[in-house]
């Protein structure tokens, strides 16, 4: 007779796991968020940063080096602690540091005390890369981890398009330095309602590991190696269309400023629904009973297809078609991207999948590292042309890479 009372309170609990997992997906996302904006702030009021401290561009430009070392550094690390204390300690000291940090950066006097800043806000960032596979990882099945870290994924691509007109208002209405201090002190918001919100599935303790990290049959897997190779290889395409290709816009292709602020939404809306539906399309696969490492490589596959599409830009087509095909690329590789990182998520076991991610997306900030240099001294040059033929071939040897790494090992 206690049949039906069980199947009800089972029902109720499984309820209450779906609430709990769409909810830390939505804090995720809001990480990401944040993420973007703490990170674009010093980029968006570098003028009135440089010239209150007095930083020439040389200056300036060794300060954003520092954030991107410390970026680079801080993956080999960021990952192994997730995996110590848990996605929920871990994502709480990353993200309250690099807050801190974002707000310290409204405190700074000299030029000094700016580039230590964003040195310890490239520490904390990438944190919330690492700690958020593991918490999809916990909470979601197979077939829905790709949508899920699509979903947060997305959020990075929010947070670059709302940045501009937000850090734009807070400064005029309020000045640069609490522009860094209020949207520093924004994390410490997120991270109450995180506190409070996230659980492990089981209602215990957030899943974490007291023994030791096996780093040598890490660094013997050659799926480390070639997915870490993978990402250097593949990511400096975003880097390039983030960074890059508006500039391609206005200095090859004579657009105004305005003209390219007006229209550089398309290629982030693009990046969301590649983030998105990339995991949406790995998803269906595994649904469709594809096994969940094969789904993420057939997906991957596709976007190595057609990212290559982009060298057509080459060629100074028009406006429109130019936009198009930018967009395209955007979608593609973020579908590649997303699908990269759910195949670790698959692959590795739940005590080490933070260490192993960190330990690959080490390659993509090491990559984007390299590339701009090599990006700098071709564009310099007028030679964008040879940048979107270079780029074009990226992808689809990255893919392969990626194939051969996890061949028989799925």
């Given at each position: 007779m206690q049949a039906p009372a069980v199947a009800t309170n089972?029902?109720?609990?499984?309820?209450?796991?779906?609430?709990?997992?769409?909810?830390?997906?939505?804090?995720?996302?809001?990480?990401?968020?944040?993420?973007?904006?703490?990170?674009?702030?010093?980029?968006?009021?570098?003028?009135?940063?440089?010239?209150?401290l007095g930083i020439d561009d040389v200056g300036y430009a060794r300060i954003v080096q520092y954030f991107l070392i410390a970026y680079a550094i801080s993956y080999l690390f960021a990952g192994w602690v997730t995996d110590k204390l848990g996605a929920r300690v871990s994502l709480a000291l990353f993200l309250g540091w690099w807050s801190l940090a974002n707000m310290a950066?409204?405190?700074?006097?000299?030029?000094?005390?700016?580039?230590?800043?964003?040195?310890?806000?490239?520490?904390?960032e990438p944190g919330v890369y690492t700690a958020g596979p593991k918490a999809v990882a916990e909470h979601f099945p197979p077939a829905e981890r790709g949508f899920a870290l699509g979903v947060y994924t997305a959020g990075a691509m929010?947070?670059?398009?709302?940045?501009?007109?937000?850090?734009?208002?807070?400064?005029?209405?309020?000045?640069?330095?609490?522009?860094?201090?209020?949207?520093?002190?924004?994390?410490?918001?997120?991270?109450v309602v995180w506190l409070f919100v996230y659980r492990s599935p089981d209602g215990a303790q957030p899943a974490r590991t007291t023994e030791p990290i096996a780093w040598g049959s890490i660094l013997r897997d050659r799926r480390v190696w070639g997915l870490g190779a993978a990402r250097l290889?593949?990511?400096?395409?975003w880097y390039f269309y983030l960074f890059w290709f508006p500039k391609y816009l206005t200095d090859d292709r004579g657009m105004t400023?305005?003209?390219?602020?007006?229209?550089?939404?398309?290629?982030?809306?693009?990046?969301?629904?590649?983030?998105?539906?990339?995991?949406?399309?790995?998803?269906?696969?595994?649904?469709g009973g594809i096994a969940p490492p094969r789904s993420r490589l057939i997906a991957m596959g596709c976007a190595a297809l057609v990212a290559p599409l982009g060298m057509l830009i080459a060629l100074k087509l028009g406006t429109?078609?130019?936009?198009?095909?930018?967009?395209?690329?955007?979608?593609?590789?973020?579908?590649?991207?997303?699908?990269?990182?759910?195949?670790?998520?698959?692959?590795?076991?739940?005590r080490n999948?933070?260490?192993?991610?960190?330990?690959?997306?080490?390659?993509?900030?090491?990559?984007?590292?390299?590339?701009?240099y090599v990006v700098g001294q071709l564009a310099s040059t007028g030679a964008y042309s040879g940048i979107f033929l270079l780029m074009g071939m990226l992808h689809p040897a990255a893919w392969l890479i990626a194939w051969l790494s996890t061949r028989g090992k799925q």
């Open positions: 089972e029902a109720e609990a499984g309820v209450r796991a779906s609430k709990l997992r769409w909810a830390i997906l939505a804090m995720l996302f809001a990480a990401t968020v944040l993420n973007y904006v703490d990170r674009q702030t010093l980029s968006i009021l570098a003028s009135s940063v440089q010239q209150d950066t409204g405190w700074v006097r000299n030029a000094g005390q700016l580039g230590f800043a964003r040195l310890m806000l490239g520490v904390g929010v947070g670059a398009t709302i940045a501009p007109p937000l850090i734009a208002w807070l400064a005029l209405s309020y000045g640069w330095r609490a522009a860094f201090v209020i949207t520093g002190a924004a994390g410490f918001v997120w991270l290889i593949a990511d400096p395409v400023l305005i003209q390219v602020a007006s229209l550089a939404w398309i290629v982030y809306l693009a990046a969301d629904l590649g983030s998105i539906g990339g995991g949406w399309f790995s998803g269906r696969l595994i649904r429109a078609p130019t936009l198009a095909l930018g967009a395209l690329v955007a979608f593609a590789h973020l579908v590649f991207q997303v699908n990269i990182g759910v195949l670790v998520v698959d692959l590795f076991p739940m999948v933070a260490t192993v991610f960190g330990l690959i997306a080490a390659g993509s900030a090491f990559g984007g590292f390299a590339s701009t």
